[in-house]
C-alpha cells in the first residue's frame, strides 16, 4: 500500500502563488501514476493534473497554463506549483496515487484564495 501526505495549502489573494507537496511511503515503487483532485464545497470532485512515472502530465483545461504538476523521485514527493490563484480555485485539495490497480488517498488540504 501508498501512504501519502499533503501540505502546503493555506489562504492566498488572487494572482497569487502556492506550492503544494505530497509525501508519499510504502510501496512507491509500484506506483505509476499520481494526480491532484480538488473538491471544493457544493461542487464534484475535479481531477486536476496527472503525472505518470514517465513525467507524462496532464491537466485540466480550467489550469493549464498557471499549474504545474511535478515529481521528485529521489524524495518520493509531488508538487503542484499554482500561480494566478482566482477565487474559483479555492478548494481542498487531494494527493492520488495508481498502484497495482489500487487507488491511494491523501487527508487533503485546504487551498483558499480570497482578498
Known amino acids: 500500500q501508498v501512504q501519502l501526505v499533503e501540505s502546503g495549502g493555506g489562504l492566498v489573494q488572487p494572482g497569487g502563488s502556492l506550492n503544494l507537496s505530497c509525501a508519499a511511503s510504502?510501496?512507491?515503487?509500484?506506483?505509476?501514476?499520481m494526480a491532484w483532485y480538488r473538491q471544493a464545497p457544493e461542487k464534484t470532485h475535479e481531477l486536476v493534473a496527472t503525472?505518470?512515472?514517465?513525467?507524462?502530465?496532464n491537466y485540466a483545461d480550467s489550469v493549464k497554463g498557471r499549474f504545474t504538476i511535478s515529481r521528485d523521485t529521489a524524495k518520493n514527493t509531488m508538487y503542484l506549483q499554482m500561480n494566478s490563484l482566482k477565487p474559483e480555485d479555492t478548494a481542498l485539495y487531494y494527493c492520488?496515487?495508481?498502484?497495482?490497480?489500487?487507488?491511494?488517498w491523501g487527508q487533503g488540504t485546504q487551498v483558499t484564495v480570497s482578498s
Open positions: 510504502g510501496s512507491i515503487f509500484t506506483i505509476w501514476r
Open positions: 492520488n496515487a495508481l498502484s497495482q490497480g489500487i487507488f491511494s
Open positions: 503525472i505518470t512515472n514517465e513525467g507524462s502530465t
